[in-house]
């Protein structure tokens, strides 16, 4: 299936990866239309030992082609953010140049330190991508 020939099947993808993905405990993300041509999906996927993932996309689509606009995605256990993804563009700093404009802030300096992003895409969902990497996360505790 791919997720991205509609909003209709974008949504079906969102509203199933609590089935597809045993990790996930409980999921709050909705999908909602904003207007002609315009969604959005909010809100967050729970983790065990209190990981979460905070989801904002932009979505749009014309002539049968989804695809996402923006998107934040922050990860979360208890109350300490751990990182989060933007495509915020950073065209000065050259180590991000490989995954332009998609990148990951890291600490020890969260707000300012940042790294590349492979794998993250405004074509294809990013949210399995996420998933993963927190079930990693999850292993190695």
Same mark, same amino acid.
């Given at each position: 299936?791919?997720?991205? +020939?509609?909003?209709?099947?974008? /949504? *079906?993808?969102?509203?199933?990866? *609590? /089935?597809? @993905?045993?990790?996930?405990? @409980?999921?709050?993300?909705?999908?909602?239309?904003?207007?002609? =041509?315009?969604?959005? #999906?909010?809100? !967050?996927? *729970?983790?065990?030992? =209190?990981?979460?993932? #905070?989801?904002?996309?932009?979505?749009? $689509?014309? %002539? =049968?082609?989804? /695809?996402?606009?923006?998107? =934040?995605? !922050?990860? $979360? +256990?208890?109350? %300490?953010?751990?990182? $989060?993804? %933007?495509?915020?563009?950073?065209?000065? !700093?050259?180590?991000?140049?490989?995954t332009h404009p998609h990148h990951k802030h890291v600490p020890p300096d969260i707000k300012h330190h940042r790294i590349p992003a492979p794998g993250m895409r405004? %074509? &294809?969902?990013?949210?399995?991508?996420?998933?993963?990497?927190? !079930?990693?996360?999850?292993? &190695?505790?």
């Amino acid at each position: 299936m791919n997720p991205f +020939r509609s909003l209709s099947e974008y /949504q *079906q993808f969102v509203y199933s990866l *609590q /089935q597809r @993905h045993a990790s996930v405990l @409980h999921s709050t993300l909705t999908v909602a239309r904003r207007g002609r =041509g315009i969604a959005t #999906v909010v809100g !967050e996927l *729970q983790f065990d030992q =209190g990981y979460r993932l #905070v989801v904002s996309e932009i979505l749009t $689509w014309d %002539d =049968g082609l989804l /695809q996402i606009e923006r998107y =934040g995605y !922050e990860v $979360w +256990r208890a109350s %300490d953010k751990l990182y $989060w993804y %933007d495509p915020q563009p950073h065209p000065n !700093e050259p180590a991000l140049a490989s995954t332009h404009p998609h990148h990951k802030h890291v600490p020890p300096d969260i707000k300012h330190h940042r790294i590349p992003a492979p794998g993250m895409r405004f %074509d &294809d969902p990013n949210l399995p991508l996420l998933i993963e990497e927190i !079930e990693r996360q999850l292993a &190695d505790q």
